[in-house]
């Protein structure tokens, strides 16, 4: 695959694979010194119910801002982070501060942290949700961890015997990106999720009337209901898309309809002027 094989033919794409194996290690190279260096913030999005648009969490979304690479995307770090097992240290840090910040908000507002499959088989991970929540002071319940179906892939008994574990904690488990992998459905029997994330594709799609989305996330919804879970839609954007939702029967909604990713201070500052008990409402205009 070599230019120097077969007298100097020169493949189109070489260029651009050999930029992005540098692009990588220039990144892996940051990415190492990114902690220490407190490069990383998390910007917290609201997931609001979907039958009145009040506010029951936030999603914790970890951002990385290098001074030389400027603003890295998620998609582009995470894998990196994973594949060094650098995802170990930053997950952690993301547990502890997105605990810290829940602390801010009324008592029945969650929080809900990602977590990789790659941090769930380290024997550490547990040990660090319980101290994320003894050194903030969060009741395990105020905490929910989203995994993806990737989780149930390599192994399945220690997968099912960690979540367990969390479940005894207290915390609760919800199911991200729920349509996109390629895992079947059995773990669905052996680990109580509170709640499934049906993938913004789904969403999309259903707002244009696909039949296939449309018929997607009615039996996503029958599927939860019947196992006593419940059902988040992902990235709602108009109109159109969230009362397509609501019809469709999905009992919470995050998206940047009601809500972008954050600050943690202008989250705070959403219940600056409510009272306890006084529940609070994203509402959007019509049109
Ligand atoms: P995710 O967990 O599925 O998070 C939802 C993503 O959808 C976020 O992207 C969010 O900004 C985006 N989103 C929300 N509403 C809308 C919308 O209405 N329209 C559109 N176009 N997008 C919307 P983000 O922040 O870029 O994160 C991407 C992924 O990176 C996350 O997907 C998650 O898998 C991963 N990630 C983010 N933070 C962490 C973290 O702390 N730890 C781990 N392990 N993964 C993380
Ligand atoms: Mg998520
Ligand atoms: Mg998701
Ligand atoms: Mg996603």
């Not at 999005?45 to 936030?58: C, K, L, S, W, Y």
């Not at 990602?114 to 660090?128: C, D, H, K």
């Not at 929910?144 to 960690?162: H, K, P, Q, R, Y």
């Not at 991200?176 to 680990?191: A, I, M, P, Q």
Request: glycine share 10%; aromatic share 8%; hydrophobic share 40%.
């Amino acid at each position: 695959r070599s230019k120097d094989q077969g007298g100097g033919v020169h493949y189109g794409y070489e260029p651009s694979l050999h930029a992005r194996a540098e692009e990588r290690r220039v990144m892996e190279l940051a990415l190492r010194k990114a902690l220490e260096r407190g490069e990383f913030h998390l910007n917290y999005q609201p997931v609001v119910r979907a039958t009145d648009g009040v506010i029951e969490g936030f999603e914790a979304l970890l951002r990385w801002t290098n001074k030389d690479l400027g603003p890295v995307s998620p998609a582009k770090f995470i894998p990196i982070a994973e594949d060094t097992r650098l995802i170990g240290a930053i997950g952690e840090w993301v547990l502890r501060t997105a605990c810290h910040q829940a602390m801010l908000w009324p008592d029945h507002v969650r929080i809900a942290v990602n977590v990789s499959a790659e941090q769930l088989f380290q024997p550490t991970f547990v040990g660090s949700v319980v101290s994320a929540l003894s050194h903030s002071g969060l009741p395990p319940s105020r905490l929910e961890l989203e995994v993806t179906e990737s989780v149930f892939i390599n192994d399945f008994g220690v997968c099912t015997a960690t979540l367990e574990q969390l479940l005894a904690l207290g915390v609760s488990l919800s199911l991200d990106d729920f349509g996109t992998g390629y895992s079947s459905l059995g773990y669905l029997r052996k680990t109580q999720f509170s709640t499934i994330k049906i993938d913004r594709s789904f969403v999309q799609g259903a707002a244009r009337q696909a039949p296939e989305s449309l018929a997607i996330i009615r039996a996503v919804v029958a599927l939860a209901d019947a196992l006593g879970m419940s059902t988040t839609a992902e990235g709602a954007e108009t109109e159109a898309e969230v009362a397509m939702i609501c019809e469709l029967g999905c009992k919470k909604i995050q998206g940047f309809y009601f809500g972008r990713p954050m600050p943690g201070d202008d989250a705070t500052e959403l219940f600056a002027q409510h009272l306890p008990g006084d529940e609070t409402q994203i509402l959007r205009e019509a049109g």
